[in-house]
Nanobody
Framework: VQLQASGGGLAQPGGSLRLSCVAS????????MGWYYQAPGKQRESVAI???????NYADSVKGRFTISRGDAKNTVYLQMNRLKPEDTAVYYCAARYLIGSLSNMNYPYWGQGTLVTVSS
């Protein structure tokens, strides 16, 4: 499985961005995809996850502001980020695995290359 993340860029505080992650390869068996971020000098942290049954979970820091969803083809996952804050600045990674999982479990066999989100005025 290969994951291609895109959609990062510069946004003002209070603004919005939409990240996309397209999976290719053996996508039919993917049960779970997630978004994670890593700020400079910090550890990678969870943002949001979505399972094949469309169940979702979010980090407390993004609840009510970010929405994770899947495309109709089910090989694409989106992260709609609204009301962005400077502390959302980070490289955002998508990840995928063949088992349904939880937000805190970052044990993924497949990771995308990351897309940089910068929130600044």
């Amino acid at each position: 499985v290969q994951l291609q993340a895109s959609g990062g860029g510069l946004a003002q505080p209070g603004g919005s961005l939409r990240l996309s992650c397209v999976a290719s390869g053996s996508v039919y068996s993917i049960k779970h995809m997630g978004w994670y971020y890593q700020a400079p000098g910090k550890q990678r942290e969870s943002v949001a996850i979505i399972n094949s049954d469309d169940s979702t979970n979010y980090a407390d820091s993004v609840k009510g502001r970010f929405t994770i969803s899947r495309g109709d083809a089910k090989n694409t996952v989106y992260l709609q980020m609204n009301r962005l804050k400077p502390e959302d600045t980070a490289v955002y990674y998508c990840a995928a695995r063949y088992l349904i999982g939880s937000l805190s479990n970052m044990n993924y066999p497949y990771w995308g290359q990351g897309t940089l989100v910068t929130v600044s005025s």
